[in-house]
């Protein structure tokens, strides 16, 4: 069955830090990758999505990059992290080729 | 990104009765269409996909899909307390993209 994996589980960040979260997919090859962010007491924002190695689409300009440098491999990054970068943020995949699941997240606090 | 709306609550219902969730949407192109359950502090797990207009039942719970009106909605019958979450509405756009509305809180009272 397929998995997603994402580290670390929670995460406090400096402003201006970098930062890199790292998702990987167990299960499956070729998969569609995405990064959503929930901040707090709101919805899921659609910040990157993958449909194979080096592609990647943005859906909202920011502070955010995102890189897949490997099938299975989705990475977030940020040369210098804003206060309103802190969220919940979350990998996800296809299963059955029409629905997302998604990893345990990442919680992000930036002080 | 394309608009997915829900009323964001809270909506508290008593135990055994049924909860109704509603979601709309803005892209009329959009062919999937999914509800997810997040409880607090974790990641949402699928537990609705619905693809054709009507109903779909999947025990205690029924999607309703109206493409033409751009409504979706999820009823929980028999509610009980593990009910008691965030409920978020998805919808998947063109590309494999899915956009999610803010979710509805719902509280099942004992």
């Known amino acids: 069955s397929q998995t997603i994996h994402q580290w670390p589980a929670t995460l406090v960040q400096p402003v201006g830090s970098p930062l890199s979260l790292e998702c990987t997919v167990e299960?499956?090859?070729?998969?569609?990758l995405y990064w959503y962010r929930q901040a707090a007491g709101r919805g899921l924002q659609l910040l990157f999505y993958?449909?194979?190695?080096?592609?990647i689409s943005s859906e909202v300009p920011q502070n955010l990059s995102a890189s897949r440098p490997q099938d299975r491999q989705f990475i977030l990054s940020s040369k210098k992290l804003l206060l309103s970068d802190s969220g919940f943020y979350l990998c996800?995949?296809?299963?059955?080729?029409?629905?997302?699941?998604f990893g345990q997240g990442t919680r992000l606090t930036v002080v | 990104q394309k608009e997915v709306e829900q009323n964001s609550g809270p909506l508290s219902v008593p135990e055994g009765a049924i909860a109704s969730l509603n979601c709309t949407y803005s892209?009329?192109?959009?062919?999937?269409f999914f509800w997810y359950r997040q409880y607090s502090g974790k990641s949402p797990e699928l537990i609705m996909s619905i693809y054709s207009n009507g109903d779909k039942e999947d025990g205690r719970f029924t999607a309703q899909l109206n493409k033409a009106s751009q409504y979706v909605s999820l009823l929980i019958r028999d509610s009980q307390p593990s009910d008691s979450a965030t409920y978020l509405c998805a919808v998947g756009g063109t590309g494999n993209q899915f956009y999610f509305g803010t979710g509805t809180s719902l509280t099942v009272i004992p």
């Open positions: 299960g499956t090859s070729n998969p569609n």
């Open positions: 892209d009329r192109v959009s062919q999937s």
């Open positions: 996800a995949s296809l299963r059955g080729r029409t629905e997302a699941f």
């Open positions: 993958s449909v194979g190695i080096g592609q």
